[in-house]
């Protein structure tokens, strides 16, 4: 939440590929699925979505270099694109995903995992 709050409050802007609109709302409706969200609250949180300001950058120019940190860490192509996307923009790519921080360890320190973020945003 700490995140959404900086970037509500103009401290933090939120990039992603634009595909990361259909995973977001795959995850809720996995969540709807298992019990864990009710269909109403999927359906309320897809509506504020707009909301959140996020940006959504195109995918295609982001394929050459998403193959590649792809390849360089062993992870799937949509992992690469967040990557590529942040590296374009010079940006901090926030993630809670265990494995992929693993991949990234060392090697790209624009990742950042997530219990990190309050550092990240100077709070």
């Known amino acids: 939440m700490a995140l959404l709050d ?3 409050a103009g ?3 939120l990039t992603a590929p634009e595909f990361g609109a259909l995973e977001f ?3 809720l409706w996995k969540s709807e699925r298992r019990g864990y969200l009710r269909a109403r609250r999927v359906e309320a ?7 959140w300001g996020v940006r959504w950058a195109p ?5 050459e270099r998403s193959l590649w940190f792809a390849r ?7 992992d690469g694109a967040f990557l590529a996307l942040s590296e374009s923009l010079r940006a901090s790519f926030v993630t809670a995903d265990r494995r ?3 991949a990234c360890a060392g090697r790209f320190d624009f ?8 550092e990240l945003l100077g709070a």
Do not use: Q
């Open 25 to 27: 709302a795959n995850v």
């Open 111 to 118: 990742v950042v995992p997530l219990a990190r973020v309050s």
């Open 45 to 51: 949180v897809l509506r504020d979505l707009p909301l």
């Open 11 to 13: 401290r933090a802007r």
């Open 6 to 8: 900086a970037a509500a």
């Open 100 to 102: 992929l921080l693993g």
């Open 59 to 63: 995918a295609l120019p982001l394929l």
């Open 72 to 78: 360089a860490t062993g992870e799937g192509i949509y």
